[in-house]
């Protein structure tokens, strides 16, 4: 099968005990300045290797541990046709299209690997929008999966569980 979707980048998103002192190991990590930091949440967008990371601050008693995985794509077009293709691979996805999450609107749809790890393939359609922007799902957002996830408004970042059918779901977070 042909792939016509152009990939941008990679996305990893971290949970984290310390926004402040994560962030500065990964400017040293990368030799870069983040790209966005707000209350709770620092992106950086590294070029080499092509990286989008985020890190997400959560009150944990455990050490850093993975929130998901995703793949930047550029348009609304392309996280249509990748959900195309998943669903024909036989991949149940869940969609959240407009949804306002880690100060950006995007459009996105999610699958879960078979240990539980969340993959998402997005597009930003506007980006840092103001602090006090904190919505993962816009009241108006509109799922448009053909298994019509529920997906309930939490803080940025924070997890949310979404019914896949009445044997599966997934917990997946923003960002």
Sequence with gaps: MENSVTALKAHISLNVKDTEKSMKFYQKLFGIEPLKIREGYVKFDVQNPPLNLALNQLSTDSSGSLSHLGIQVGSTEDVLETKKRWEESGLLTADEMQTNCCYALQDKTWVSDPDGNEWEVFVVLEDNLQETNT?????????????????????????????????????????
């Design 135 to 175: 919505s993962c799902v816009n009241d108006e957002s509109e799922i448009i999966s053909e298994k019509k996830p529920e997906v309930s408004a939490v803080n940025c970042c924070d997890s949310t569980t979404v019914q896949i059918d009445e044997k599966q779901e997934i917990q997946k977070s923003c960002c």
